[in-house]
């Protein structure tokens, strides 16, 4: 296939080693005292190696190359563990998720249990998609950052849709306060009915 992948100029290249400890993935050996791309695979074609190399002598091309392998790169590595790839599946089911993006009205929220966590809470809790998704359709904000119209963007979201409850999935530092709020006058202004939870977190994940 063609993509893009680094490219070694040996003439340029003075064996310092400079590149193959910039690279992570371990596609880069010296060889004979010069810099090699030993293994395509393990290439990423990102060129994290480019800014170690003091004499200019990688750059990237477009070539035929087998694709990133990036299972060979986390077995090969000497620090797989650090390298885990994520098994735990996940239960998204519906795209997009941030607040602002989210439609208005769709049949996606159609007897929906809908969780609205703050952006932070899925990097808090650790099974967040186990523990509060699976099922469920999300939103996802943040109060202090990007606000904005939130409270009247939900009253329509609730308004024009019919779901069926709502989690709040909250962490416990007082920023958050304001997105229960801010849940709470929209589900106000939707002039509905929705029953209502708030879920919160301590830092290290666990319920408050």
């Known amino acids: 296939m063609m993509r893009q992948i680094i490219e070694i ?9 400079l590149c193959t400890d910039a690279c992570e993935e371990g596609a880069l050996k010296l060889v004979d005292g010069k810099a090699k791309l030993v293994r ?31 299972l060979a790169v986390i077995n090969n590595s000497s620090d797989a563990p650090r390298k885990m790839v994520a ?11 941030q607040l602002k993006l989210v439609p208005l009205q769709s049949t996606m929220f159609d007897d929906a249990e809908l969780i609205i966590a703050s952006d932070c809470s899925a990097f808090a809790c650790g099974d967040f998609h186990k523990r509060f998704l699976k099922g469920k359709k999300l939103m996802i904000g943040c109060p202090k950052f990007d606000a904005g ?12 849709n019919r779901v069926k409850n709502i989690t709040l999935i909250r962490m416990e530092v007082p920023c958050c306060a ?11 202004k939707s002039m509905k009915k929705i029953p209502y939870r708030v879920i919160t977190l301590k830092t290290d994940g666990t319920v408050v």
Request: aromatic content about 6%; charged content about 25%; overall charge negative.
């Open 9 to 17: 100029d040996e003439e340029k290249c003075d064996g310092c080693g």
């Open 40 to 70: 395509d695979d393990y290439c990423d074609g990102m060129g994290n190696c480019l800014p170690a190399c003091p004499n200019d002598a990688i750059s990237i091309v477009t070539r035929d190359a087998v694709p990133f392998n990036e």
């Open 87 to 97: 098994t735990g599946a996940s239960e998204l089911t519906q795209w997009p998720i």
């Open 149 to 160: 119209d939130y409270p009247d963007r939900m009253a329509q979201i609730f308004k024009n």
């Open 178 to 188: 304001a997105l229960d709020k801010m849940v709470r006058t929209g589900i106000m």
